[in-house]
C-alpha cells in the first residue's frame, strides 16, 4: 500500500512567484492534514481536511496560501504570491479516522525555498 | 496555549552511547504524548506515544515515560547505533484536539559517529 506522497520534494522560487504544492494521502483516508516546519521550529499545524471540506483551518498563516481538495482524494496548498518567510518544510498526513495524533501516516514533506 | 519545549541540537553521541532527548509540555486538560522521528529522506514516523500518566512507550530499543507531576516525556535509549541518526519530534495532542491537531516540539537531531 503506497503511502503519502508529497511533490515536489524540493521547490525554489523566486519572492514574489506563486508555488503550488501536492498531497496524495493514503488511498480510503478521509482525513487529510496540512503542517509546517519554518526554520527549523516546531512543525505547526497549518489546516484539516475531512473529505473535501476544510474542518479547522485555524492554523493558515494568512490569505496568501490557499489548500483545496477537491474530491476528496489529493490536496494541493498554493503560496502566493511566495515570501521570504514562507521557506520551510511543509508536511501532509491522512488518517483514516478523526486522528489521536497515533493514526496519522506522514508525507516525507516538501522543501521550499523562496530566494 | 499548548506547546512542547525539546532539547536543543543537535546531539552527536558516539556508536552504542546512552542517549536522552528531553521534552517537556504545557497544555491544558490531560494530553497523550507521542515521538515522532525522521530518518534522513522520509517522512515523520511515530516511535511511540503514552495516553496517560505513568504510562511507558516503547519501540525500536527507545522508551519515553509520561510524567504529570514535572510534565515531561523524555526521550531515551540505552545504545545507540549509527541508524538512530534522525531528527527526534515530542508531540502532544490533548482531549479537546480530537482532529489530529498534533502540537510538537521544534525537534533534536541527533547524530550517532561510528
Known amino acids: 500500500e503506497a503511502g503519502v506522497t508529497q511533490f515536489p520534494s524540493h521547490s525554489v522560487i523566486e519572492k514574489g512567484q506563486t508555488v503550488t504544492l501536492r498531497c496524495d494521502p493514503i488511498?480510503?483516508?478521509?482525513?487529510l492534514y496540512w503542517y509546517r516546519r519554518v526554520m527549523g521550529k516546531e512543525i505547526k499545524f497549518l489546516l484539516h481536511?475531512?473529505?473535501?471540506?476544510?474542518?479547522?483551518e485555524s492554523g493558515m498563516p494568512n490569505n496568501r496560501f490557499l489548500a483545496e481538495r477537491t474530491g476528496g482524494t489529493y490536496s494541493t496548498l498554493k503560496v502566493q504570491p511566495a515570501e521570504l518567510e514562507d521557506s520551510g518544510v511543509y508536511f501532509c498526513?491522512?488518517?483514516?479516522?478523526?486522528?489521536?495524533?497515533?493514526?496519522?501516516?506522514f508525507g516525507q514533506g516538501t522543501r521550499l525555498t523562496v530566494v | 496555549g499548548n506547546s512542547v519545549t525539546q532539547m536543543e541540537g543537535p546531539v552527536t553521541l558516539s556508536e552504542e552511547a546512552f542517549l536522552t532527548i528531553n521534552c517537556t509540555y504545557t497544555?491544558?486538560?490531560?494530553?497523550?504524548l507521542f515521538w515522532y522521528v525522521q530518518y534522513p529522506g522520509e517522512g515523520l514516523q511515530l516511535l511511540l506515544k503514552?495516553?496517560?500518566?505513568?504510562d511507558k512507550g516503547s519501540n525500536k530499543g527507545f522508551e519515553a515515560t509520561y510524567r504529570k507531576e514535572t510534565t515531561s516525556f523524555h526521550l531515551e535509549k540505552g545504545s545507540v547505533q549509527v541508524s538512530d541518526s534522525a531528527v527526534y519530534f515530542c508531540?502532544?495532542?490533548?482531549?479537546?484536539?480530537?482532529?489530529?491537531?498534533?502540537?510538537f516540539g521544534a525537534g533534536t537531531q541527533v547524530v550517532v559517529t561510528p
Open positions: 497544555a491544558t486538560g490531560y494530553p497523550s
Open positions: 488511498s480510503g483516508h478521509d482525513n
Open positions: 508531540a502532544l495532542i490533548t482531549a479537546t484536539d480530537s482532529w489530529g491537531k498534533l502540537q
Open positions: 503514552a495516553t496517560k500518566a505513568d
Open positions: 481536511f475531512v473529505k473535501e471540506s476544510k474542518q479547522d
Open positions: 498526513a491522512s488518517s483514516q479516522d478523526l486522528g489521536r495524533g497515533d493514526l496519522a501516516f
